[in-house]
């Protein structure tokens, strides 16, 4: 969901978070420099495997994987957003709506049958799909899994981004995509509308019928995906998603930014609007 998008306020975790290998191990839990981050490392990977992660899987995904200094960096500067909806809208949206308006075109079949299924219209997921990556442009560079187990290994949010660890270790497992596949932004969004893994494991779905849930490279993945966390969260078939509208709601649990959350429905009302 996108780089604007807001997480939790900050806390630091405690010392002695939960972790299933009792308190001799509980200051692994999290750590800050790169220092003790093979040691978190080593446990993490047991608890993996403890929690049904095949040996597989973790091999895979966690072999070599170091600490992300950069991520941390990232992470640490983030800044209160504060342009207006005025602002936000009038630099994200029009240099979009033209290819945006293609390809509603483009997909309309894909589209048309996507709205059939989850109730979602295509200019709301074209919308989403336009501001996350520019259609699928610019999906980030980062190592996810590398991304995340930083993130994870840092104490301001550790048990979010340790599950969301777990989660792309199974994204790994379940075959939709190598560890080496896994890029994206450097806060752990992956595929073409910036899913976190646990996002992705709920509601990803092979709409192209080739067998595999490819948010990366997928069109018609990525949009009955988009359609179907949409739905998943209370999208209402036929109802109106502007500011007021009972899809409005959706679109915040999209991105909890008020702001963002506008833009995606002044983008989806102008796109269908299109000529």
């Known amino acids: 969901m996108s780089a604007f998008r807001f997480f939790p306020a900050v806390a630091l975790c405690a010392a002695f978070a939960f972790t ?3 308190s001799a191990r509980a200051a692994a839990a999290c750590g800050s420099g790169s220092g003790s981050f093979d040691a978190w490392l ?7 495997t403890a929690k049904g992660i095949s040996q597989a899987a973790v091999t895979a995904g966690l072999s070599g994987v170091t600490f992300d200094q950069s991520v941390l960096t990232r992470d640490h500067s983030q800044k209160v957003f504060t342009q207006s909806f005025e602002e936000f809208s009038g630099r994200m949206i029009p240099p979009r709506l033209m290819r945006g308006s293609n390809m509603l075109k ?7 049958r996507i709205e059939e299924a989850y109730g979602v219209p295509g200019e709301v997921l074209v919308a989403i799909w336009g501001l996350e990556t520019d259609f699928g442009v610019n999906i980030g560079k980062f190592p996810t899994i590398r991304a995340l187990a930083t993130l994870a290994y840092d104490c ?3 048990d979010e981004f340790r599950a969301e ?5 199974r994204i790994v497992e379940r075959g939709d995509l190598s560890p080496t596949e896994m890029r994206g932004a450097w806060a752990g969004e992956i595929g ?11 509601f990803a779905v092979d709409f192209d019928g080739n067998g595999r849930r490819d948010l990366m490279r997928s069109g018609p993945d990525v949009l009955a995906s988009t359609a179907n966390y949409l739905k998943g969260h209370g999208w209402q078939r036929g109802k109106d998603w502007e500011p007021g509208g009972p899809n409005f709601a959706v679109l915040q649990q999209w991105n909890k930014s008020d702001v963002y959350a506008r833009t995606i429905a002044a983008f989806a009302t102008q796109l269908s ?3």
Do not use: C
């Open 192 to 202: 073409q509308t910036q899913f976190m893994p646990s996002s992705w494991l709920k």
């Open 156 to 158: 301001r949010r550790a």
């Open 106 to 112: 483009q997909y309309g079949s894909v589209l048309s």
């Open 20 to 22: 299933p290998f009792g």
């Open 273 to 275: 609007h299109a000529p």
């Open 165 to 169: 660890l777990m989660d792309a270790l």
């Open 42 to 48: 080593a446990d993490f990977k047991t608890e993996a």
